[in-house]
């Protein structure tokens, strides 16, 4: 797939998540929940989780109604994490995708509902009564729940509001964000080669290439933290720094981070490389992407 193909394609998925998100995330919810839902998901955000379910579908020729709601699973989970994160007891933010965070706008009761409403929708998103197989939207729901939970997501933040103030050796940073950041993405790309027929062979290659994405994605993260302004990222710039929190930046310096980035692209395209998937070529310019993003 050539860039300009790949630009259209993306374009292309990116409004049939948003238009199916619109959909389903409810707008009557009580007390004025489902306005606080939207405006924490919908119309925001780099869609790069929704976009890797639907690349790693398209190479294996998953089923399009099952990868779409998989695709949609992802964000909603992602969107709650970033409602909750921005709390006050958490990381105390007010800007979130160029805008006030949905707790500033709305309140932190009002926050925190929205959060969990949003965690219960993926699952029943990925749950149709119609559509998608039965063993198929349990194998969806496995995916997302181990990478969201106590061993991916929730753990991951539970170990970095931990460490602020703490020095992390790599290893520890490493592991730190395979789970806070790295286990989401990683299932992203399973969730969609769940869809569709795969070798043992290339589900290890996709594991391995979500892994290596994960974390470059937390690095370059942590290297735009320090190098970008607020108004090019849509949230705060050097918050971490402020919160004193272990960061690659911190643990490796700016430019050996910089390195270890294009390293762990590298790691995700030899993964690719080894699939045996006939194309594989969205995967590959998702990898570069987010190495080359700026915000």
């Known amino acids: 797939m050539k ?9 292309a998925e990116l409004d049939a ?30 869609r790069l989780r929704p976009l890797l379910v639907l690349a790693a579908a398209q190479a294996v020729d ?30 105390n933010d007010v800007l979130r995708r160029g805008k006030p965070t949905v707790h500033v706008k709305f309140g932190e009761a009002q926050a925190m509902l929205a959060g969990d409403a949003m965690q219960a929708l993926a699952f029943e998103v990925l749950t149709p009564e119609h559509g998608v197989p039965a063993a198929l939207q349990a194998r969806l729901c496995s995916l997302l729940a181990r990478s969201a939970g106590h061993a991916g997501m929730a753990g991951g933040q539970a170990i970095d509001l931990a460490s602020v ?8 940073l490493r592991d730190m964000h395979r789970r806070k950041t790295g286990a989401l993405l ?3 790309v399973l969730m969609g080669a769940a869809c569709g027929p795969v070798s043992p062979a290339a589900w290890n290659a996709l594991a391995a ?13 942590d290297i735009l933290d320090v190098t970008a302004p607020s108004e090019t990222l849509g949230k ?11 960061t690659y930046v ?46």
Not at 20 to 40: K, Q
Not at 66 to 73: N, P, S
Not at 209 to 221: M, R, T
């Open 250 to 295: 911190s643990v490796l310096g700016l430019e050996r981070a910089r390195a270890h980035a294009l390293e762990l692209c590298a790691q995700a395209h030899a993964a690719l490389a080894r699939s045996g998937l006939a194309d594989s070529s969205a995967l590959a310019l998702l990898a570069d992407k987010v190495v080359q993003r700026d915000n």
């Open 17 to 46: 998540v948003e238009s199916a998100l619109s959909s389903w995330v409810p707008a009557n919810a009580p007390a004025g929940l489902g306005e606080t839902m939207r405006y924490g998901v919908l119309d925001g955000g780099k």
């Open 62 to 91: 998953g089923e399009r109604e099952a990868a779409l709601r998989a695709a949609c699973a992802v964000e909603l989970i992602h969107a709650y994490s970033l409602v909750h994160d921005d709390m006050p007891c958490m990381d």
């Open 165 to 172: 103030g703490q020095p992390l050796a790599e290893q520890q």
């Open 186 to 188: 990683q299932a992203s």
């Open 3 to 11: 860039r300009q193909h790949f630009d259209a394609w993306a374009a």
């Open 209 to 221: 290439y979500g892994d290596a994405l994960g974390l470059a994605f937390q690095v370059v993260d």
């Open 236 to 246: 705060t710039a050097g918050k971490d720094l402020d919160n004193n929190k272990p």
